[in-house]
Protein backbone atom coordinates (compact mmCIF):
# COMPACT_ATOMS: atom_id res chain seq x y z
CA UNK A 1 0.00 0.00 0.00
CA UNK A 2 0.90 3.58 -0.75
CA UNK A 3 1.38 5.72 2.46
CA UNK A 4 -1.28 7.20 2.36
CA UNK A 5 -3.66 4.22 2.24
CA UNK A 6 -2.16 3.12 4.90
CA UNK A 7 -2.93 6.42 6.51
CA UNK A 8 -6.31 6.99 4.94
CA UNK A 9 -7.60 3.32 6.31
CA UNK A 10 -6.79 0.98 2.88
CA UNK A 11 -8.41 3.49 0.83
CA UNK A 12 -8.16 2.55 -2.73
CA UNK A 13 -7.37 -1.21 -1.90
CA UNK A 14 -8.60 -4.43 -2.42
CA UNK A 15 -7.51 -6.45 0.74
CA UNK A 16 -8.52 -10.80 0.62
CA UNK A 17 -8.78 -12.40 3.71
CA UNK A 18 -9.07 -15.61 5.56
CA UNK A 19 -9.18 -16.84 8.64
CA UNK A 20 -7.64 -20.37 9.28
CA UNK A 21 -6.57 -22.73 11.86
CA UNK A 22 -2.94 -22.30 13.04
CA UNK A 23 -0.70 -24.48 15.23
CA UNK A 24 -1.67 -21.16 17.59
CA UNK A 25 -5.20 -20.97 17.24
CA UNK A 26 -7.09 -18.99 14.67
CA UNK A 27 -5.18 -17.05 12.39
CA UNK A 28 -5.81 -14.23 10.23
CA UNK A 29 -4.59 -13.76 7.48
CA UNK A 30 -4.95 -10.45 5.04
CA UNK A 31 -2.99 -9.38 1.73
CA UNK A 32 -2.97 -6.85 -1.09
CA UNK A 33 -1.92 -7.62 -4.03
CA UNK A 34 1.97 -6.08 -3.10
CA UNK A 35 1.79 -9.24 0.32
CA UNK A 36 0.50 -9.88 3.77
CA UNK A 37 -0.74 -6.60 5.29
CA UNK A 38 -1.66 -8.48 8.43
CA UNK A 39 -1.12 -11.95 10.19
CA UNK A 40 -2.82 -11.85 13.79
CA UNK A 41 -4.56 -14.51 16.09
CA UNK A 42 -8.28 -14.95 17.24
CA UNK A 43 -9.37 -11.67 15.30
CA UNK A 44 -12.19 -11.29 12.42
CA UNK A 45 -13.46 -9.42 9.64
CA UNK A 46 -15.05 -6.88 12.24
CA UNK A 47 -11.47 -6.40 13.73
CA UNK A 48 -9.56 -5.87 9.78
CA UNK A 49 -12.30 -3.37 8.87
CA UNK A 50 -11.73 -1.14 11.89
CA UNK A 51 -7.86 -1.45 11.18
CA UNK A 52 -8.81 -0.64 6.91
CA UNK A 53 -12.09 0.91 7.54
CA UNK A 54 -11.91 2.29 3.68
CA UNK A 55 -10.38 -0.77 1.69
CA UNK A 56 -13.01 -3.08 0.06
CA UNK A 57 -12.52 -6.56 2.17
CA UNK A 58 -12.61 -9.85 -0.29
CA UNK A 59 -12.86 -13.02 2.08
CA UNK A 60 -10.73 -15.68 0.73
CA UNK A 61 -10.15 -13.56 -2.94
CA UNK A 62 -7.83 -13.46 -5.18
CA UNK A 63 -4.69 -15.73 -5.23
CA UNK A 64 -4.52 -15.91 -1.31
CA UNK A 65 -4.15 -19.62 -0.66
CA UNK A 66 -0.28 -19.71 -1.03
CA UNK A 67 0.40 -17.38 1.43
CA UNK A 68 -1.73 -18.79 3.55
CA UNK A 69 0.43 -21.96 3.33
CA UNK A 70 3.58 -20.20 3.89
CA UNK A 71 1.99 -18.38 6.61
CA UNK A 72 0.92 -21.47 8.70
CA UNK A 73 4.27 -23.41 7.82
CA UNK A 74 5.70 -19.97 9.00
CA UNK A 75 4.26 -20.50 12.18
CA UNK A 76 5.00 -24.14 12.76
CA UNK A 77 8.74 -23.94 11.69
CA UNK A 78 9.87 -20.41 12.46
CA UNK A 79 13.35 -22.01 11.83
CA UNK A 80 12.55 -22.12 8.36
CA UNK A 81 10.68 -19.89 7.43
CA UNK A 82 9.36 -18.86 4.05
CA UNK A 83 10.14 -15.58 2.34
CA UNK A 84 6.80 -14.11 1.77
CA UNK A 85 6.05 -10.85 0.21
CA UNK A 86 5.18 -8.42 3.09
CA UNK A 87 3.14 -5.10 2.46
CA UNK A 88 2.86 -3.10 6.07
CA UNK A 89 3.34 0.46 6.57
CA UNK A 90 4.79 2.59 9.40
CA UNK A 91 6.57 5.87 10.58
CA UNK A 92 10.64 5.60 9.82
CA UNK A 93 11.34 4.47 12.82
CA UNK A 94 8.53 1.43 13.07
CA UNK A 95 9.85 0.45 9.51
CA UNK A 96 13.66 0.44 11.32
CA UNK A 97 12.18 -1.65 14.39
CA UNK A 98 10.31 -3.94 12.00
CA UNK A 99 13.72 -4.44 10.12
CA UNK A 100 15.74 -4.98 13.56
CA UNK A 101 13.46 -7.57 14.60
CA UNK A 102 13.67 -9.55 11.12
CA UNK A 103 17.67 -10.18 12.20
CA UNK A 104 16.77 -11.57 15.55
CA UNK A 105 17.77 -15.46 14.37
CA UNK A 106 15.12 -18.06 15.47
CA UNK A 107 16.08 -19.24 18.63
CA UNK A 108 17.38 -16.15 20.15
CA UNK A 109 15.86 -12.92 21.87
CA UNK A 110 16.91 -9.18 22.08
CA UNK A 111 15.53 -6.78 24.79
CA UNK A 112 13.73 -3.80 23.96
CA UNK A 113 17.11 -1.45 24.80
CA UNK A 114 19.03 -3.94 22.32
CA UNK A 115 16.21 -2.71 19.62
CA UNK A 116 16.63 0.27 20.29
CA UNK A 117 19.89 0.85 20.03
CA UNK A 118 20.23 -1.65 17.30
CA UNK A 119 17.76 1.15 14.98
CA UNK A 120 20.50 3.84 16.61
CA UNK A 121 18.38 5.29 18.39
CA UNK A 122 19.60 4.03 22.46
CA UNK A 123 17.54 6.71 24.54
CA UNK A 124 14.13 5.19 22.83
CA UNK A 125 13.64 2.36 24.56
CA UNK A 126 9.62 2.54 25.44
CA UNK A 127 9.11 3.81 21.47
CA UNK A 128 11.26 0.47 20.52
CA UNK A 129 8.84 -1.39 22.61
CA UNK A 130 5.80 0.53 21.06
CA UNK A 131 6.82 0.26 17.61
CA UNK A 132 7.65 -3.61 18.08
CA UNK A 133 3.58 -3.82 19.56
CA UNK A 134 3.02 -2.19 16.42
CA UNK A 135 3.75 -5.06 14.08
CA UNK A 136 0.86 -5.40 11.85
CA UNK A 137 1.96 -9.42 10.79
CA UNK A 138 2.93 -11.20 13.80
CA UNK A 139 5.49 -14.51 13.33
CA UNK A 140 6.38 -13.05 9.83
CA UNK A 141 8.09 -10.08 11.64
CA UNK A 142 9.15 -11.72 15.11
CA UNK A 143 8.09 -9.40 17.81
CA UNK A 144 7.63 -12.40 20.29
CA UNK A 145 11.64 -12.44 20.16
CA UNK A 146 11.75 -9.26 22.31
CA UNK A 147 11.51 -9.58 25.65
CA UNK A 148 12.34 -7.30 28.75
CA UNK A 149 15.49 -6.34 30.09
CA UNK A 150 15.36 -8.49 33.49
CA UNK A 151 14.77 -11.53 31.31
CA UNK A 152 11.06 -11.95 31.66
CA UNK A 153 8.91 -12.06 28.50
CA UNK A 154 6.89 -8.86 28.66
CA UNK A 155 3.67 -8.68 26.61
CA UNK A 156 2.20 -9.96 23.59
CA UNK A 157 -0.56 -8.90 21.86
CA UNK A 158 -1.74 -12.80 21.36
CA UNK A 159 -1.44 -14.01 24.90
CA UNK A 160 1.83 -14.78 27.15
CA UNK A 161 1.02 -18.36 26.13
CA UNK A 162 1.31 -17.79 22.51
CA UNK A 163 4.39 -16.35 23.08
CA UNK A 164 6.05 -19.09 25.33
CA UNK A 165 4.97 -21.49 22.57
CA UNK A 166 7.00 -19.72 19.91
CA UNK A 167 9.65 -18.96 22.02
CA UNK A 168 10.14 -22.85 22.73
CA UNK A 169 9.60 -24.32 19.28
CA UNK A 170 12.21 -22.14 18.19
CA UNK A 171 14.63 -22.55 20.89
CA UNK A 172 14.40 -26.13 21.72
CA UNK A 173 12.44 -28.24 19.54
CA UNK A 174 13.17 -26.13 15.99
CA UNK A 175 9.82 -25.89 15.03
CA UNK A 176 6.51 -27.51 16.41
CA UNK A 177 6.94 -30.04 12.97
CA UNK A 178 11.21 -29.88 13.14
CA UNK A 179 13.17 -33.58 11.92
Not at 70 to 99: C, E, H, I, S
Not at 155 to 176: C, D, F, I, P, V
Given at each position: ?????????????????????????????????K?????????????????????????????????????????????????????????????????????I?????RN????????G???????A???????????????????????????????????????????????L???
Amino acid sequence: MTPSAWINGGAGVTIDWAVVESALGPMLLAATDKGICRLSFDENESTLKRRFPNATLLIKGGSLSSLIDGAVYAVQNPRQMPKLPLDVGGTVFQMAVWQALLEIPAGETRNYAQIAAAVGKPDAVRAAGSANGANPVSVLIPCHRVIRSDGGLGGYAYGLERKRRLLAWESEQGGLFST
